[in-house]
Antibody, heavy 118, light 108 residues
Framework: QVQLQESGPGLVKPSETLSLTCTVS??????????WNWLRQSPGKGLEWIGN???????KYNPSFRSRVTISVDTSKNQFSLRLSSVTGADTAVYYC??????????WGQGIRVTVSS | EIVLTQSPATLSLSPGERATLSCRAS??????LAWYQQKVGQAPRVLIY???NRATGIPARFSGSGSGTNFTLTISTLEPEDFAIYYC??????????FGQGTKVDIK
């Protein structure tokens, strides 16, 4: 079955870059149907879409993150990644990767809690 | 930007009762709405897409209705495992989708 798994550090210092990877199994990030997404959830802002990537590398980002966010895909490893720069305490959240077929997020990772603190 | 407003914030019911959750969009989103269930410590799980279509494996006691700006998720008979937080997501202008703030269904 399709599984997504987030990985990366759980603690990031303010002003540094948050880097997370989502490893996909049971599906290919190279398929032409699905988009691969990053979302986050915090008590203050609820569920928030960060951005997504299509297998050919086309990306779309939430304007709220402006130029701080980069999503990339590694088809050879069946992974996609998130980089969020210049983090502050407001970026403390549970980060999820999720698959999307334009109708719904049908598969999600379990989530990874990231705390921004010195 | 589309804003989704869910009501009530909390719904206190007993197992076996019927739950009716509302999601109102700030503008017409057609039928481009999904519903998700989230339990403590877990990722959201899709229940309904395109306003009324049940996702794969979702029990028939979950149903969605509505279009335009007013949507409803109904759980016909609450099971113990249904006590959770429910989110609606508007997708008319995807991406991004916009989530409501959630309705918590807890045990009375």
């Amino acid at each position: 079955q399709v599984q997504l798994q987030e990985s990366g550090p759980g603690l990031v210092k303010p002003s540094e870059t948050l880097s997370l990877t989502c490893t996909v199994s049971g599906a290919s990030v190279s398929n032409v149907i699905h988009y691969w997404n990053w979302l986050r959830q915090s008590p203050g802002k609820g569920l928030e879409w960060i951005g997504n990537i299509f297998y050919i590398g086309t990306t779309k980002y939430n304007p709220s993150f402006r130029s701080r966010v980069t999503i990339s895909v590694d088809t050879s490893k069946n992974q996609f990644s998130l980089r969020l720069s210049s983090v502050t305490g407001a970026d403390t959240a549970v980060y999820y990767c999720a698959r999307d077929d334009k109708l719904m997020y049908d598969y999600w990772g379990q989530g990874i809690r990231v705390t921004v603190s010195s | 930007e589309i804003v989704l407003t869910q009501s009530p914030a909390t719904l206190s019911l007993s197992p076996g009762e019927r739950a009716t959750l509302s999601c109102r969009a700030s503008q017409n989103i057609g039928s481009s709405l999904a519903w998700y269930q989230q339990k403590v410590g877990q990722a959201p799980r899709v229940l309904i897409y395109d306003a009324y279509n049940r996702a794969t494996g979702i029990p028939a006691r979950f149903s969605g209705s509505g279009s335009g700006t007013n949507f409803t998720l109904t759980i016909s008979t609450l099971e113990p495992e249904d006590f959770a937080i429910y989110y609606c997501e508007g997708r008319r202008y995807w991406p991004p989708g916009t989530f409501g703030q959630g309705t918590k269904v807890d045990i009375k």
